[in-house]
């Protein structure tokens, strides 16, 4: 065993996070002994956590909502293509004299879109986690892409901040009637940031329509079970979650670990829930 690989999730709020139980798995799977830690970042003290994890001696670090376009600054003109393109840094590590930042969450949604490719998606959410959605779904070459969120301007400009059409930003009350020409929706709200989520029709949305919650274990039951009684394929974020992960563990060690154990790892830490059904 090599290590310990010091590293730490920086976000607000952070004490439901499974990354502890990703690395250590990943960590594992390669005899990588790791010290992951939680560290709640409240709003504005981003520089702050960021000075007293080097300080600590934490180069490597993973960040969550809020603070990846608050990462993305940190690393000035330190940043990989995914990071340049999507104006967000989900993974951190010390270079040389600075942070270095990456976006793999490129990745790790990627890998739960798999091989598909949708003719209409719509994404519920405009945070850091969208602009990783938004990359994919270029790349893809998905036609049309709507994005609806509580505040329809911040949905316009996370739109022309990754070169997409404005014009596709709207409310949440616009939602119910995108469904019925959607072919897949992926949810990139937090957890509890919408009151009306538990109103949302499902049915409205056509055979064959796939919901992808980027939350994982109970945060996103709720919306997806709503979803599966409608007739839907409907996913957690647990393979995102942990391709995203395994590429940032490769960003800081150059190893590679095997995804099965990882995933098994946090499914049981989830209670075993099934992805889809």
Known sequence: MIGPLRA???????????????????GAAVRVAVDYTLVDVLPGHFDEALAACR?????????????????????????????ERTG????????????????????GFAALLGAATP???????????????LDVLGARGVARVDVVNRRPERA????????????????????????????LVVWALPPGAWSGEAAVDWRTCPPGCRVLHLAYGAPA??????????????????VMLAAQGLAAFARWTGLRPPGAPVVAALREAVGGAPRAD
Do not use: F, I, M, Y
């Not at 730490?8 to 990943?26: E, N, R």
């Not at 300080?55 to 003109?77: E, G, I």
């Not at 990754?162 to 019925?180: K, N, S």
């Not at 039951?221 to 996913?235: H, K, N, P």
């Open 119 to 133: 003719g209409h998606a719509v994404l519920v959410g405009a945070g850091g986690a969208a602009r990783a959605v």
């Open 88 to 107: 967000a840094v989900n993974t951190l590590w010390w270079a040389d004299d600075g942070w270095a930042g990456d976006n793999t969450d490129v990745e």
């Open 55 to 83: 300080r600590d001696d934490r180069h490597c670090l993973n960040v969550t909502a809020p603070h990846k376009r608050s990462a993305w600054r940190a690393c000035a003109t330190r940043l990989t293509p995914a990071a």
């Open 156 to 183: 316009r400009e996370l739109l022309e901040g990754v070169g997409r059409d404005p014009a596709h930003a709207h409310g949440l009350g616009d939602l119910a009637t995108l469904q019925p020409s959607a072919d």
């Open 8 to 26: 730490a999730l920086l976000g607000h709020p952070v004490d439901h996070s499974l990354s502890p139980v990703l690395h250590g798995a990943a």
């Open 221 to 238: 039951a709720t919306l997806l079970s709503a979803a599966r009684a409608a007739g839907l394929v409907a996913e957690d974020g647990l």
